[in-house]
């Protein structure tokens, strides 16, 4: 390679920062700049200019924010909105009848139970609100209730226990669906009654059935109850919605609560205090869900650069910028 | 609203191109000039600023032409970039007038 390509093949990369759209539209324009400027023989780029285009790239990526989410992902969160509470009512329907059956040996009512334990009543106000189609009331409802229960895992040293994590990355879940989705109208619109319906039973029936064919003294009863419930409701979600594309990323979605859980059931865990390497188990798996599904959720490509300019038909070859996009 | 002072890059570059239209290159080294060669608009710089100024609607694309085989885009002032540079022009110019007379380097001044 010639020392000319030899450069330009190394701006390229340095230029590989920047926003999809901003490179489309400048790449070839700045590479003209940089190598107007370079010396001649050069075969690098200045480490001032290095650093100099990695800061502009990360100057007009905050200035732009995130790329905009694909509307399947969008979709797939405006679902989980309406799903994510449903799992929550699930769990703590499960945890009524596990609780009953195990300490009393019988059911009792959520109208004995609430009065005795009103924190119950969360998942039944955000159930409601969801329901209301109140997405403002509901996502501050979710963000005091999941700080709140973040800041009390950590005071009573629990953030290593795998049920804070599901309740945690649930609300999480829970909160970035209310946030950057249509909301709980679209969620309600794709999932439909019947369907609905269907995810409802899932999750209080995998709450409270599946708990005591599961539960061995080995593994904490909770947890099973939260796994089954998160479970059970996954697979009513891809068979409610099958084989469609929001279908998929909705499972996808739930999937990522469901990480601490399935390690904590798999017994990698071990009873005691709990060791950086508990808490490795337990967070990385979650953390990479995470971060699958961001990843794969961000579009390939977008125009940030004069996407409100007028649009003008593509260009002839090579780079092109809308009036103003500059 | 009182507007915030434009930083030094942009401040060059409207001023290179209040001269007229001109490419990417062609400011870096008007700005060089303009600052007497105390600044060099990388084009990390460069470009951040323009992303900025083109979406405040302050410069525009004028025209593109291809040289060597290598894109250029000539940049220009809008009516608004104009309007804005003149204020800063003004802002600047009374803040140095004020220093001036206060150090007594204005003739007649205390």
């Known amino acids: 390679m010639s020392e000319r390509g030899e450069l330009e093949h190394r701006y390229r990369r340095l230029l590989a920062w920047y926003p999809a759209g901003h490179r489309r539209d400048h790449e070839e324009e700045m590479l003209g700049v940089l190598l107007a400027a370079a010396r001649g023989g050069q075969r690098r780029p200045a480490l001032a200019d290095a650093v100099n285009l990695i800061w502009g790239a990360l100057r007009i990526r905050v200035r ?17 909105s309406v799903a994510a509470p449903l799992l929550l009512l699930g769990v703590v329907t499960g945890a009524l009848l596990s609780l009953d059956a195990a300490h009393l040996g019988r059911i009792v009512s959520w109208w004995q139970i609430i009065p005795a334990d009103p924190v119950l009543l969360g998942p039944v106000a955000l159930v409601a609100l969801v329901l209301l189609q109140l997405r403002r009331l509901a996502a501050l409802a979710v963000v005091v209730v999941t700080v709140g229960l973040s800041l009390y895992a950590v005071g009573a040293s629990a953030y290593g226990s795998a049920g804070y994590m599901f309740w945690v990355v649930l609300g999480a879940l829970e909160t970035a669906a209310l946030v950057s989705s249509p909301g709980p109208r679209r969620g309600l619109e794709l ?19 599946l708990v005591s064919a599961l539960a061995t003294p080995a593994v904490p009863m909770p947890v099973i109850r939260d796994l089954a419930v998160v479970l059970g409701s996954a697979a009513a979600a891809a068979v409610a919605i099958r084989s469609s594309a929001v279908g998929r990323r909705v499972v996808a979605l739930l999937a990522i609560p469901a990480c601490p859980l399935i390690v904590a059931v798999s017994g990698l865990t071990p009873a005691g205090p709990v060791t950086t390497g508990d808490l490795a188990l337990i967070y990385l798996p979650t953390l990479a869900g995470l971060s699958i599904v961001l990843l794969a959720s961000r579009r390939r490509d977008r125009g940030h650069l004069g996407a409100d300019a007028p649009h003008r038909p593509d260009p002839p070859p090579g780079p092109h910028s809308a009036p103003g996009g500059c | 609203m009182s507007q915030r002072p434009l930083q030094e890059p942009a401040f060059l570059i409207l001023t290179a191109l209040a001269g007229g239209a001109q490419h990417g290159y062609g400011i870096t080294a008007d700005a060089g000039q ?21 979406g405040d609607g302050l410069v525009e694309v004028d025209h593109e032409e291809v040289v060597d085989g290598r894109l250029r885009r000539y940049y220009q002032l809008t009516e608004a970039g104009a309007q804005r540079l003149a204020s800063e022009v003004a802002r600047l110019r009374a803040n140095t007038t004020a220093a001036a007379q206060r150090l007594g380097l204005i003739a007649g001044t205390p």
């Open chain 2, 34 to 54: 303009i600052s007497g060669g105390r600044v060099r608009l990388r084009a990390g710089t460069l470009y951040a600023a323009l992303d900025r100024l083109g």
């Open chain 1, 191 to 209: 999932i439909g009654r019947r369907r609905m319906a269907a995810i409802t039973i899932a999750a209080m029936a995998a709450g409270g059935l």
């Open chain 1, 64 to 80: 732009t924010g995130p790329a905009p989410l694909d509307p399947r992902w969008r979709d797939a969160l405006a679902v989980c």
